[in-house]
């Protein structure tokens, strides 16, 4: 006979108080280990970039401090033109630039394959795109796509090895449509005019972090390029639509910490009510048990006096009745 049939109707062994406070606690115990997986999930979503955001909005990965402390996963208010998150951005623009390196180097095995000498570095192989042009009397040409064999170049640093690459710029000649171009042969006002044209049209903190990293990437080439960059870099920041902006920036930064505080203590102040709770009807139960005999005294005490002054009355009515 099927065990589970009597189950359903109703019959079979009843289920005793402690076994179904164990039920209990393994349902919760496995609500508990289904709720830290779907966070676990959660968090690889947003590791992942899975999590979506609001326009203008990326998903900052979260990340330790020096001092140890844990900054969790969350959007943050996107810095680029674009509105996008740049890494991502660079990810893919590297992706596409090591395929056509291999690309290159299948075409051009044998310059890929030759060892550069003492203070020389091999430079990757590369595909020119179409692109149109005009002649000087003012005729319109198209030239076609072309590829560039890999070769060797002097090294700037006088090393024979390449190093890592930390910085690489996406977008280039984007300072160039607002008159930002041979820097060298500009002076000091038509630079500052230039730039105020792309800080109006462009957010000034992509402009400053662009002027830095054209710096440190001519840091070893051209001294006097690396100085007039970094100072137009350090000029951009004295500008009002810059500290604007910081400033917003910060203010946000402010509100949000206040109220994660807030909420932090009204979580505290409602675990210490709870607290409180728990410990005055503990202590109003002790009373009670340690109490209880004495009420019960109390009432007997009551009732016997009640009586024996119910008693004392008759017999008084009793004697005045015979008198």
Same mark, same amino acid.
């Given at each position: ?6 189950? /359903? ?7 005793? $108080? ?73 990810? @893919? ?68 090895? /390449? ?33 105020? $044209? ?20 001519? $840091? ?20 009002? @639509? ?7 920036? $910060? ?73």
């Amino acid at each position: 006979m099927d065990y589970n049939i009597f189950l /359903k109707v109703g019959g079979g062994k009843k289920t005793s $108080k402690k076994q179904s406070s164990k039920k209990q606690l393994s349902k919760k115990q496995s609500s508990k280990k289904q709720s830290k997986k779907s966070s676990k999930k959660m968090s690889k979503k947003v590791s992942k970039g899975g999590a979506s955001c609001p326009s203008g909005q990326i998903m900052r990965k979260g990340y330790t401090t020096k001092t140890g402390k844990r900054v969790s996963s969350g959007c943050i208010t996107a810095q680029s033109n674009s509105g996008e998150k740049t890494t991502n951005k660079v990810i @893919e623009f590297l992706k596409k630039q090591s395929r056509m390196h291999q690309l290159a180097r299948q075409k051009f095995p044998a310059q890929a394959s030759k060892k550069c000498p003492k203070g020389y570095i091999m430079r990757e192989g590369y595909k020119r795109t179409s692109y149109k042009s005009h002649s000087k009397t003012g005729k319109k040409t198209s030239v076609k796509s072309s590829w560039t064999a890999p070769s060797c170049i002097k090294s700037v640093t006088g090393k024979s090895k /390449k190093g890592s690459k930390l910085i690489t710029i996406i977008d280039k000649d984007v300072l160039g449509k607002y008159g930002y171009n041979n820097i060298t042969a500009m002076s000091q006002t038509e630079r500052h005019k230039a730039l105020r $044209k792309a800080i109006k049209a462009n957010k000034p903190l992509s402009i400053y972090r662009r002027l830095i990293a054209i710096a440190t990437l001519n $840091k070893n080439k051209d001294a006097k390029l690396y100085r007039t960059l970094r100072d137009d870099a350090a000029w951009i920041k004295t500008q009002t @639509e810059y500290i604007i902006k910081s400033a917003s920036k $910060k203010s946000s930064k402010k509100v949000s910490s206040k109220k994660t505080s807030k909420k932090a203590s009204s979580k505290k102040s409602s675990k210490k009510a709870s607290t409180k709770k728990s410990s005055k009807k503990a202590s109003t139960k002790k009373t009670s048990k340690v109490g209880g005999g004495k009420k019960g005294s109390k009432k007997v005490s009551k009732k016997v006096s009640k009586k024996v002054s119910k008693k004392g009355s008759k017999a008084k009515s009793k004697r005045t009745s015979r008198k």
